[in-house]
């Protein structure tokens, strides 16, 4: 399995972004049943988890997350994304797409005026 995430930028405070992770070696099956997330790293603080969606399509997001990001997927593209909303300063870091125990390689946030 390999993770190619992208769709991170500069944006000003308010912005919006799209992070897309596609997701290469699952077959569909593998694909639906097992949770898939967004995690980010800001510098000097631990990787955290943003939002995932687990088996059976439920959605989780951390408390800082809600009602301004959404995580969707595309089985038949076989990827998940990520639509941030309403970006502040704070939410600059690496965003790392997983599944599986396997990491994409990351793909940076930045939001500043």
């Known amino acids: 399995v390999q993770l190619q995430a992208s769709g991170g930028g500069s944006v000003q405070p308010g912005g919006s972004l799209r992070l897309s992770c596609r997701i290469s070696g699952s077959i569909l099956s593998v694909f639906t049943a097992n949770s898939m997330g967004w995690y980010r790293q800001a510098p000097g603080k631990e990787r955290e988890l943003v939002a995932r969606i687990i088996s059976g399509g439920t959605t989780e997001y951390a408390e800082f997350a809600k009602d301004r990001f959404a995580i969707s997927r595309d089985n038949a593209k076989r990827t998940v994304n990520l639509q941030m909303n309403n970006l502040k300063p704070e939410d600059t870091a690496v965003y790392y797409c997983?599944?599986?125990?396997?990491w994409g390689q990351g793909t940076q946030v930045t939001v500043s005026s």
């Open positions: 997983h599944f599986l125990n396997v």
